[in-house]
């Protein structure tokens, strides 16, 4: 988080509270992580995330028996395997939240010509709570917020939950301040430029080229499509836009979804299945890239970076290359800077 100097203070009447204003908040909100892979702390995170409705959208009472009678009896002991192979453990917490809070802090330092500005980051799910970023941002008197959900694709189960717990922070507030929201930006320029970019420097560093490469999105179930999400479709445009940018062909730059949860229908092709037959129809070299992950996470780490990498090797697969997400590098920082100061005209 970048702290500036306090402006001047304005001459306020005698007895009047002391009051900070004239500053303009950033807030980058990521999608959470548990506070550390033991059971009980898998188990809280895993309950605030998977109570979400608008994560999980079936019959409230039948979901709460299978949640509190299977699922956080089973789930967190796998789940808390996943994070511990891919845990930071210099700073004990996951690279997600590493990544968010280096992406806070580089882009504060670019936007530090203006000193109205501050930057923040907090976690939908876990801590950093969003209610305590916009605290924070108050505090130091910020009477405007742009709130940044960091999902280039929006989603109900994303982006809107994210703004969801954010409006609920607001509505305990007395004095609240303006708000703005960024919307998606999965067919914005900067970032098609900043993905291709990221996959092109990634390919130079091999000594082998990919006959295929997988652009993996986290999956959602089918019925969420059906009642009018747009992931779907912003996905495919950004599938879309992406080879376009890089003159590769439909059948070299293939869009899957992954991480699918239950028995239900999730949208298609599923990312493991297309790996294993790919192998198994003699694709030697394979590179995957996870395009609606602003940071890499467990999804990205785990799931990807070694459980799709054993599945492609272990059905006739030679090369196998994970491209990162953008992170904290220098174009991520540059296309967030570029989203801010668009939605921030008129304010600066």
Sequence with gaps: MLTVPERPQVRLPEG???????????????LGTPEATDYWSMRRYL?????????IEVNRVLWWFILN??????????????????????????????F??????????????????????????????????????????????????????????TTATALD?????????????????????HDHPAYIDALAGSIEAHLATLDWQPEVILASFHGLPREYLDKGDP???????????LRDRLGLSQDRLILTFQSRFGSAEWLQPYTDETVDKLAHAGTKRL?????????DCVETLEEIALGVRDTFLDNGGENFTVVPCLNDSTPSIDLLHTIVEEELQGWI
């Design 16 to 30: 009047h509270p002391t009051v900070a204003t004239g500053r303009i908040g950033i807030l980058l909100i990521n």
């Design 47 to 55: 309950k605030e995330f998977l109570s979400d409705r608008r994560v």
């Design 165 to 185: 717990k954010a409006y609920d922070a607001l509505k305990e507030m007395r004095w609240q301040p303006a708000i703005r929201t960024v919307p998606p930006y």
């Design 69 to 98: 009678g299977i699922v956080l009896t089973t789930r967190p002991k796998k789940s808390g395997h996943a994070y511990d192979q891919i845990w930071n453990r210099e700073l004990n917490e996951s690279p997600l939240k590493t």
């Design 287 to 295: 590179a995957v890239i996870t395009p609606g992950f602003s940071a």
């Design 231 to 241: 992931y779907h479709c912003q996905c495919h445009k950004t599938a879309r836009l």
């Design 100 to 157: 968010t809070r280096s992406q806070a802090d580089k882009l504060a330092t670019q936007l530090r010509g203006d000193s109205r500005l501050i930057v923040d980051w907090a976690m939908r799910y876990g801590k950093p709570p969003v209610a305590e970023g916009i605290a924070r941002l108050k505090d130091q008197g910020c009477e405007r917020i742009l709130l940044f959900p960091l999902y280039p694709q929006y989603s109900a189960s």
